[in-house]
C-alpha cells in the first residue's frame, strides 16, 4: 500500500477499535444489569457476574463488528471529504479503487475475526456459559434456602426446609409450586439431595408424597412416591433450556447425526440456518465497505445533500442485515432456501460494486445538447469564414 492507503487503513482501524470497545461497553453493562439478580438473589459473589456477562459477549461481538466498520468507514470518508483530502487524492490521479484497497484490506480482517468468532469462540463462550449456569442453579437450594425459613428463590416457587445435614442432604422439605395457572402443587417429602448428570441438575426427594389441586376439583388428589425427581431448570422460564441451542454448537456439531436426533425439533430446524449464517455473515463488512463508498466515497466540491448520502448508505446496510437476519426463519422453515442467506450480501455486493463503477467514469454531455452545440459551432465557422471572404474580394480604395 502507498502513503495515501497506509493513512487511510490506519484512521480507519483505529476508528473501528474505538467504536468496538465503546459499543462492547455499552453491550456489557446491559448484560450486567440484566443478570444482576445473580448477585441479589441467588446469593452468588461478584465474579460469577462477570463471568457470565464476558463469555455472553462474543455473541454479541459478531452483531456489532460489521455495525462499527461500516460506522468507522463512513466517519473516516466524511471527514476525508470535509477536510477536501479527497478533493485532493483525486485531483492527484488516486481513484476510488486506491481508497477501496485499504479498507477492503481491513474489512477481510473483520471478516476472519468473525469466522473465528462464530465457528469457534462463540460455541465454546456459551457452553461455558452453561456450565456456569448449571452451577448457579446447584447453588439455588444450598445457598439461597436457609433452615427454619420460607424461601422463594423464583416467583410461584416456595421452599422450606426443616433442617440441613452436613452432606448437604436436604431434610423435611416442602415445596409450593404455583407457577401453572389453575394447579396447585405441594410437595412434601423426608429429604431431598440435588444430584448433577451431564448438564442437568435435578432435586431428587425421597420418601414422600404429592398433593394435587385443582380451582376448578374441590378434592385434592394425593401421591405418594419413593423417590421424586424435579429438574431444577424447570424453577424459573427466563433460564436457559438444558438442552444446547444452535448456537451453542460447534460447526462439526451441527451436522452431526446423533446431535440431530438428541436435540428438540424446534432447536433441530435452527441448525442449517444457524450453521450457513455463521458463513454468510462474513460477507457483511464487504458489502457494508461497498456501500460506504458507493454512497460517499466520491470526492465533492461542494457539501450539498453529504448529509442525505451519509443517511442512506446507513440506512441500506442496516436494511440489508435486517433482512439477512429475518431470512433465517424462512431457512428454519424451508431448509432448501438455505442459498438466500449468501444471495442477500452478494447482491448488496454487486449492485455497489456497479454504483461505483459507475460513478467512477467521467460523466459526459448530453448527446443531443452536444450535437446542437457542434452544429452552432459550425454555423459560426461558416459565417465567419463568408465575411473574410467577402473581405478579400471588396475593391481596393484609390
Known amino acids: 500500500m502507498n502513503i495515501f492507503s497506509r493513512y487511510v487503513f490506519r484512521q480507519t482501524t483505529a476508528a473501528l477499535l474505538l467504536i468496538l470497545l465503546s459499543l462492547a461497553g455499552i453491550v456489557w453493562i446491559a448484560l450486567a444489569l440484566r443478570e444482576l439478580n445473580v448477585v441479589t438473589s441467588d446469593r452468588q459473589d461478584t465474579m ?71 465457528h469457534v469462540a462463540m460455541p465454546w463462550s456459551l457452553k461455558t456459559l452453561r456450565q456456569i449456569v448449571i452451577q448457579v442453579r446447584s447453588d439455588l437450594l444450598t445457598q439461597v434456602i436457609q433452615p427454619g425459613r420460607f424461601s422463594s428463590p423464583t416467583k410461584g ?52 408424597h404429592i398433593v394435587q389441586r385443582e380451582t376448578n376439583n374441590a378434592e385434592p388428589r394425593i401421591i405418594t412416591f419413593t423417590n421424586y425427581a424435579v429438574d431444577l431448570a424447570s424453577f424459573e422460564s427466563s433460564r436457559r433450556s438444558t438442552r444446547y441451542k444452535a448456537r451453542e454448537l460447534y460447526s462439526n456439531e451441527l451436522l452431526s447425526p446423533e446431535i440431530r436426533a438428541k436435540a428438540s425439533k424446534r432447536d433441530r430446524k435452527k441448525f442449517v ?16 465497505i461497498l456501500i460506504a463508498l458507493a454512497t460517499i466515497g466520491n470526492a465533492q466540491s461542494t457539501r450539498q445533500n453529504r448529509s442525505r448520502a451519509l443517511a442512506t448508505g446507513i440506512v441500506t446496510a442496516s436494511s440489508i442485515r435486517l433482512l439477512g437476519l429475518g431470512l433465517n426463519n424462512v431457512v428454519a422453515t424451508a431448509e432448501h432456501l438455505f442459498f438466500v442467506l449468501y444471495v442477500v450480501p452478494l447482491l448488496a455486493i454487486g449492485l455497489a460494486l456497479l454504483t461505483i463503477m459507475r460513478n467512477a467514469k467521467p460523466r459526459r454531455p448530453n448527446d443531443r445538447l452536444e450535437a446542437l452545440l457542434d452544429r452552432i459551432s ?21
Not at 51 to 67: G, H, Q, S
Not at 173 to 191: F, V
Not at 382 to 390: C, G, M, P
Open 273 to 288: 440456518p444457524e450453521l450457513h449464517e455463521r458463513f454468510a455473515s462474513a460477507l457483511y463488512p464487504f458489502a457494508f
Open 378 to 398: 459550425a454555423w459560426f465557422k461558416a459565417l465567419l469564414s463568408r465575411f473574410q471572404r467577402n473581405s478579400t474580394n471588396l475593391p481596393a480604395k484609390v
Open 157 to 208: 416457587i416456595t421452599f422450606h426446609i426443616r433442617d440441613r445435614a452436613l452432606n448437604g442432604e436436604l431434610q423435611g422439605l416442602i415445596m409450593n409450586d404455583l407457577r401453572k395457572a389453575g394447579e396447585h402443587n405441594s410437595y412434601l417429602a423426608q429429604k431431598g439431595v440435588l444430584v448433577k448428570q451431564d448438564d442437568t441438575a435435578y432435586l431428587v426427594m425421597t420418601d414422600g
Open 48 to 118: 460469577v457476574l462477570l463471568k457470565m456477562t464476558t463469555l455472553a459477549l462474543p455473541n454479541l461481538l459478531v452483531m456489532i463488528a460489521p455495525f462499527a466498520l461500516l460506522i468507522s468507514v463512513v466517519h473516516v470518508l466524511n471527514r476525508l471529504s470535509t477536510d477536501s483530502e479527497l478533493i485532493v487524492h483525486t485531483a492527484g490521479g488516486g481513484t476510488v479503487w486506491s481508497l477501496a484497497k485499504p479498507l477492503l484490506t481491513l474489512a477481510t480482517m473483520v471478516s476472519i475475526a468473525m469466522l473465528f468468532v462464530n
